[in-house]
């Protein structure tokens, strides 16, 4: 058996390879990935290394040869025009090279979401090649949130923002890794959709109270409007189109738009990394 990960060199194409690792031989793994020298340490661990960009569809073809599963991580790029035709170039060359089990990175209640539109793309030209599918429709990575960043809270005692204490059904990176492994290693996964969110929500006034007890200092969450929060986040130096996009993530949330819960992480991997252990590792 040959699993081939696309995406290999990413971060969470790297957690899965850690994964998999624990349940297979490195010798049943091929990494693919589109710079070699970022690859290395794959190569040093005796994982197949193959080249391949998916924009374009001869080297895809090349590296899918005699694989038998394939973890399809989707694209990083940002024009979804141009992500669309590299999704559909993945899927056609997984067609032509026989693969049998594909499972594919999608975003969670896709069908519900206009800003899934190339996931649900991506999961209807999977379907047009009747090879059996999983689609492991992620939730927002909990690393957007729970990063270095948390030590200016710290250190302010204050967070500011525009989620009105909405919740957020976020996941880490982790916890998506081993669900991929599991779903590469285990029987039983084939034509399922698993929407892999939390379980146990939570609220910027839980990552206060999170902060307050790990610190020892008192940490508060306060209000402020989405204008407001863009230029607190400018002042503080992140780049402008970086502060709209999060400010733009913090009034979904507010809107009860990451609020959504299912127990499929939970009966795929048995458990979830909780949030405050998430919080003691960002601050390290
Ligand atoms: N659920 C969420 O909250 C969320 C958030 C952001 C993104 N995503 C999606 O989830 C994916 C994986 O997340 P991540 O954190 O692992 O992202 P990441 O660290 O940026 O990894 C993306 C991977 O895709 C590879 N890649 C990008 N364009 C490629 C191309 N043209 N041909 C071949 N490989 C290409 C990258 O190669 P290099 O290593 O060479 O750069 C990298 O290995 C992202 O690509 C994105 O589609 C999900």
Do not use: C
Not at 138 to 147: D, H, K, P, R, S
């Amino acid at each position: 058996m040959k699993i081939i990960v696309t995406g290999a060199t990413g971060q969470l194409g790297n957690l899965v390879i850690q994964h998999l690792l624990k349940k297979v031989p490195a010798s049943h793994i091929i990494a693919v990935v589109r710079n070699l020298e970022k690859a290395a340490a794959l190569a040093a661990l005796g994982i197949e290394v193959r080249l391949a960009d998916y924009n374009v569809p001869e080297s895809l073809q090349n590296a899918f040869r005699l694989g038998t599963k394939l973890l399809f991580i989707s694209s990083s790029e940002s024009d979804d025009t141009l992500r669309v035709v590299q999704h559909a170039n993945v899927v056609k060359a997984a067609r032509d090279q026989k693969i049998q089990h594909i499972a594919y990175t999608s975003f969670a209640f896709a069908e519900d979401n206009p800003f899934a539109r190339v996931h649900l793309a991506t999961e209807n030209a999977i379907h047009t090649t009747r090879i059996p599918y999983t689609f492991l429709r992620n939730g927002g990575y909990t690393e957007f949130f729970i990063n270095a960043s948390l030590k200016t809270y710290i250190k302010s005692g204050t967070i500011f923002t525009n989620t009105n204490n909405g919740k957020i059904n976020s996941v880490s990176r982790i916890d998506l890794a081993l669900a991929a492994a599991t779903v590469l290693t285990e029987e039983g996964h084939e034509n399922k959709s698993y929407n892999l969110v939390s379980n146990t929500p939570w609220s910027f006034d839980d990552l206060a109270d999170i902060l307050s007890d790990i610190s020892g200092k008192s940490v508060t969450h306060q209000s402020v409007s989405y204008e407001e929060e863009k230029s607190l986040l400018v002042q503080a130096g992140l780049p402008k189109s970086f502060a709209e996009t999060t400010a733009f993530i913090y009034r979904t949330i507010a809107e009860g738009q990451m609020e959504r819960t299912t127990d499929d992480l939970q009966q795929l991997i048995g458990g979830q990394t909780p949030i405050k252990e998430l919080v003691e590792k960002a601050l390290q």
